[in-house]
């Protein structure tokens, strides 16, 4: 199998990704990519406590998921990786390995952000770093759970 | 005296609600729990209301689920803090509880709740 999903959304491992995605998916592993999680052991045992022990949660520092991805993409498991902000994961598209599809699945409100969905609100730099993804091929799509309509990037920037 | 412990129920959704209006309607209490719900929160948010939850009061956070935002968020706020306590899987059997035993620490106000709840999940014979 491969990476089936690669996923912004700023509360990281929650619902929606462990239930939602992951039982649509049925997958085996979820890579969580965030540098402050990959420093705190603390914060990485709160997410585990949300992923079954059917499912392998490996966390990694931007870097590492950077190196690592060819090896989860070989892997004969289901994954999904899950990043917190457009920057994460548009680094991980930019070390040559071909991610397909992206998914926007949560981007909350914070100052210089605007509501693009319901559940997507974007700085205008953000939805420049977005934009530049699809402009390289990269199918850039808004969907917080697998029974909503993938919303296109053109008509939530 | 110290004040009583107050609850905050952190919740997906309005479960967080529905949980504090029943036990309000069993009991007849209505200063014990405050709701809040993760609806449109990163973490900075949820952050921001549980602040305003948990006031300066020593309090037991309930979560709805053993994993998630609302723990993840609830569980960092209450890092290092003796006045906090957390409990996941909140359920009403162990808020009807936690409302008659408001003058424990926390931590052993939480302890109390989670085998309450425990105790609650039966399968009845049919």
Known sequence: MSIALYRIDDRLIHGQVVVGWGQRLQVGFIVLVDDAVRASPWEQELYRMGVPPDIEMIVASTAEAAARLPEWDADPRVGIVVAGDVGTLAALTGNGHQVKRINVGGIHQRPGRRERLRFVFLSDTEAEQLHQLALRGIEVTAQDVPTARAVPLAEFI | ?126
């Open chain 2, 1 to 126: 005296m110290s004040s009583p412990l107050r609850g905050v129920i952190v919740s997906h959704a309005a479960v967080a609600q529905a949980l504090t209006t029943a036990v309000a309607n069993i009991t007849g209490v209505t200063d014990a729990l405050v709701p809040v719900s993760n609806d449109g929160c990163d973490r900075d948010a949820l952050f921001a209301s549980l602040a305003a939850a948990v006031g300066q009061t020593p309090a037991v956070l309930f979560i709805d689920l053993p994993g998630g935002s609302c723990l993840t968020g609830a569980a960092t706020y209450a890092h290092g803090r003796p006045d906090l306590a957390v409990v996941t899987g909140v359920n009403l059997a162990m808020l009807l509880d936690f409302v008659f035993h408001r003058d424990l620490s926390p931590a052993a106000a939480a302890e109390r709740a989670a085998a309450a709840g425990s105790k609650a999940i039966r399968v009845p014979a049919s």
